[in-house]
Protein backbone atom coordinates (compact mmCIF):
# COMPACT_ATOMS: atom_id res chain seq x y z
CA UNK A 1 0.00 0.00 0.00
CA UNK A 2 0.89 3.69 0.05
CA UNK A 3 1.26 5.85 -3.27
CA UNK A 4 3.49 5.84 -6.35
CA UNK A 5 4.90 9.15 -8.13
CA UNK A 6 5.52 7.37 -10.93
CA UNK A 7 2.14 5.96 -11.99
CA UNK A 8 0.38 9.16 -9.71
CA UNK A 9 -1.76 6.75 -8.15
CA UNK A 10 -2.55 4.95 -4.51
CA UNK A 11 -1.54 1.22 -3.98
CA UNK A 12 -3.36 -1.82 -2.29
CA UNK A 13 -0.40 -4.44 -2.63
CA UNK A 14 0.84 -5.70 0.59
CA UNK A 15 4.23 -7.33 1.15
CA UNK A 16 5.24 -9.41 3.86
CA UNK A 17 8.49 -9.51 5.52
CA UNK A 18 11.09 -12.47 6.37
CA UNK A 19 13.72 -11.39 8.69
CA UNK A 20 15.56 -14.56 8.63
CA UNK A 21 16.23 -14.46 4.64
CA UNK A 22 15.80 -10.59 5.51
CA UNK A 23 13.51 -10.49 2.07
CA UNK A 24 10.05 -9.10 1.13
CA UNK A 25 6.99 -11.42 -0.44
CA UNK A 26 4.18 -9.33 -2.23
CA UNK A 27 1.47 -11.32 -1.24
CA UNK A 28 -2.50 -10.84 -2.22
CA UNK A 29 -3.91 -7.58 -2.62
CA UNK A 30 -5.29 -5.70 0.34
CA UNK A 31 -9.07 -6.08 -0.49
CA UNK A 32 -10.20 -1.84 0.97
CA UNK A 33 -9.64 0.80 -1.30
CA UNK A 34 -6.16 1.55 -2.41
CA UNK A 35 -4.75 3.85 0.22
CA UNK A 36 -1.48 5.91 1.86
CA UNK A 37 -0.70 6.28 5.34
CA UNK A 38 -2.53 3.65 7.08
CA UNK A 39 -1.81 2.07 10.12
CA UNK A 40 -1.34 -1.75 10.85
CA UNK A 41 -1.31 -3.55 13.99
CA UNK A 42 -0.79 -7.79 13.72
CA UNK A 43 -2.33 -9.74 16.01
CA UNK A 44 -0.96 -13.84 15.13
CA UNK A 45 -1.62 -14.02 11.71
CA UNK A 46 -3.95 -11.59 11.22
CA UNK A 47 -3.50 -8.03 10.25
CA UNK A 48 -5.83 -5.04 11.20
CA UNK A 49 -5.52 -2.39 8.69
CA UNK A 50 -6.81 1.17 10.02
CA UNK A 51 -7.07 4.39 8.19
CA UNK A 52 -5.15 6.38 6.22
CA UNK A 53 -5.37 8.30 2.44
CA UNK A 54 -7.13 7.14 -0.97
CA UNK A 55 -8.18 10.49 -2.26
CA UNK A 56 -10.38 10.91 0.96
CA UNK A 57 -9.62 10.31 4.60
CA UNK A 58 -10.73 6.88 5.26
CA UNK A 59 -12.25 5.70 8.56
CA UNK A 60 -12.24 2.09 8.34
CA UNK A 61 -10.04 -1.08 10.24
CA UNK A 62 -10.15 -4.37 7.93
CA UNK A 63 -8.56 -7.50 9.32
CA UNK A 64 -6.62 -8.64 6.96
CA UNK A 65 -5.73 -12.82 6.61
CA UNK A 66 -3.63 -13.87 3.77
CA UNK A 67 -4.94 -17.39 2.80
CA UNK A 68 -8.10 -17.29 5.08
CA UNK A 69 -11.24 -17.31 3.01
Do not use: H
Request: charged content about 20%; aromatic content about 18%; proline content about 6%.
Amino acid sequence: MGYSNEQSKYLNDVWEYDPVLDSWTRIEDFPGSPRFGARAVVIGSGAYIIGGYGGIYEKDMWLFSPGVK
